[in-house]
């Protein structure tokens, strides 16, 4: 076994105002590396005063990032981009022994963080507003996009990097300050970008970074008429109470919450690779991913064939520490998730479903649990109605296409969906008929930076990347003069 020395964790702090807030005379929480269980730091929690001071300067930073122009933000968004590329391995090694995913997993998506502050940089100077012709010659009508003010955002642990920026650099790109609240899991990997924002030229009042007891610092800050937006990326409950927060004081919003995403596959797809594309995004991050692929919804006649080359596939994958070269999955981020993921699989078995592997943890240290494949899952197992959010893939059989759709169609949940038909009839009713935000037909890469990236029904409202997520941090301003 190679393992990659892990490097020194970074000392954890607040960043409010310019000033880095240690741990000291402050209450502090633990954070764990997934793969050991052992304690690698100690976070500090902000207090009242903290937040007070952050809504404070992002008040002062609105001001003058607004004003700032889009030239000047784009350089600076660019020139944090090349330092966070420059440091993806150095990153993505932090970013592994805090999370737990393997090195390779890590380092990608650090390289895909840049790409985001790269791609706003560019998008954000194209902001554009309109002219609308008048009904009077001696009228002008046009429409501006300004920033919407200061922005409140909200991040979870699995993503952590890439999930900060999309907040980050849309609300950065449209000209907004912003007070974000990482996972408190995860703290080093935000910082990390925070660093090179700061390096690059972002005035130290446009951003702050907080960290604490997720329901009071939500509550503080969505309640400050300072905040004008927020934007939440976790599971539906805490949405829905976000949601709320919210609407009392008719602040905008943009909520990516949880996913149960199916996998449709015809009799007319090409069943290995469905089957080897598959493992390989099922697996990934050990599917700790809001998009991951997890109800596999296969036509009966190549059913017993997709089954085979799945098993083989999962089987064949390489567990392990995340530092090390050879691991293909590695742990889940906390004992909560091993001890969830276990559930589910009980109670699928305990419904009438087939355990093909997997299904126990690995007896080592950390929170392993063996990449799990259940078959013959019957509807009334919990994992066809919830989000597992683990190295658990859920297959059934269905008889034809409609029946697919329909199931696929049947929870509440419209994040991420996938299908495979090599039958372009087929993709086009895929295409009108599945109900979800995103649908990747016959491949899984549906997250990049120019593209949207949210959800419909449960799975929350708005969308980040692409150009709508840069609008998202905007309002419209419609202009008329004589």
């Known amino acids: 076994m190679t393992v990659t020395a892990a490097p020194a964790y970074r000392d954890l702090y607040l960043f409010i105002a310019g000033e880095r807030r240690k741990a000291e005379n402050r209450p502090t929480l633990p954070v764990i590396n997934p793969a050991t269980g052992g304690e690698i730091g100690r976070l500090p929690v902000a207090s009242d005063d903290d937040l007070n001071a952050a809504l404070a300067a992002a008040a002062r930073g ?46 990608g998506e650090v390289q895909a963080t840049a ?92 951003v702050s970074i907080v960290f604490g007891e997720p329901a009071h610092i939500s509550r503080t800050l969505i ?30 919003a943009t909520l990516e919450l949880g996913g149960h995403a199916p996998v449709i596959v015809t009799e ?19 599917g700790q991913v809001c998009i991951s692929p997890t109800r596999f919804l296969v036509h009966e006649r190549v059913y017993d064939e997709f089954v085979a080359e799945f098993v083989r596939g999962t089987e064949a994958l390489q567990i392990g520490d995340g530092l090390d070269e050879k691991t293909q999955m590695a742990t889940l981020a906390n004992e909560r998730r091993r001890e969830s993921i276990g559930q589910f699989v009980q109670d699928a078995v305990d419904c009438g479903a087939r355990l093909e592997t997997g299904g126990k943890s690995l007896d080592r240290d950390g929170f392993f649990y063996a990449p799990t494949v259940l078959t013959d899952v019957p509807r009334t197992a919990r994992i066809l109605n919830d989000e597992p959010f683990g190295p658990v893939a859920a297959i059934s059989r269905v008889p034809d296409l409609d029946t697919a759709i329909a199931e696929a169609n049947r929870l509440p949940y419209g994040l991420a969906s996938y299908a ?63």
């Open 62 to 107: 609105f001001v003058r990032w607004r004003d700032t122009s889009p030239l000047d933000r784009s350089r600076i968004l660019r020139g944090a981009a090349a330092l966070i590329r420059e440091r993806a391995s150095e990153i993505g090694r932090t970013m592994t022994i805090e999370q737990g995913k393997p090195l390779v997993e890590a380092t």
């Open 115 to 206: 790409e985001i502050f790269e791609w706003t940089a560019e998008e954000g100077r194209r902001l554009y507003g309109r002219v609308i012709p008048p009904r009077a010659t001696n009228v002008r009508q046009f429409v501006l996009r300004q920033p919407i003010g200061v922005v409140a955002a909200f991040t979870p642990w699995n993503f952590p990097a890439l999930t900060p920026a999309r907040k980050l650099a849309g609300a950065l790109g449209a000209g907004c300050s912003i007070i974000i609240k990482p996972s408190e899991e995860t703290p080093a990997t935000a910082l990390a970008l925070l660093e090179a924002l700061l390096e690059a030229g972002l005035p130290e009042d446009v």
């Open 420 to 482: 495979f038909t090599q039958d372009l009839a087929e993709s086009i009713t895929l295409s009108n008929r599945v109900e979800a935000g995103m649908l990747g037909i016959n491949h899984f890469a549906i997250a990049l930076a120019e593209m949207p990236f949210g959800g419909i029904k449960e799975s929350g409202y708005g969308s980040e990347g692409g150009i709508e997520g840069l609008e998202a941090y905007t309002v419209t301003k419609t202009v008329t003069m004589v």
């Open 223 to 252: 309640a400050s008429p300072i905040v004008k937006k927020i934007s939440f990326t976790g599971s539906i409950p805490v949405g829905k109470q976000l949601a709320r927060l919210a609407a009392d004081g008719m602040k905008a």
């Open 268 to 286: 007319h797809a090409n069943v290995k690779q469905a089957a080897t594309r598959s493992v390989a995004w099922k697996y990934r991050n050990a």
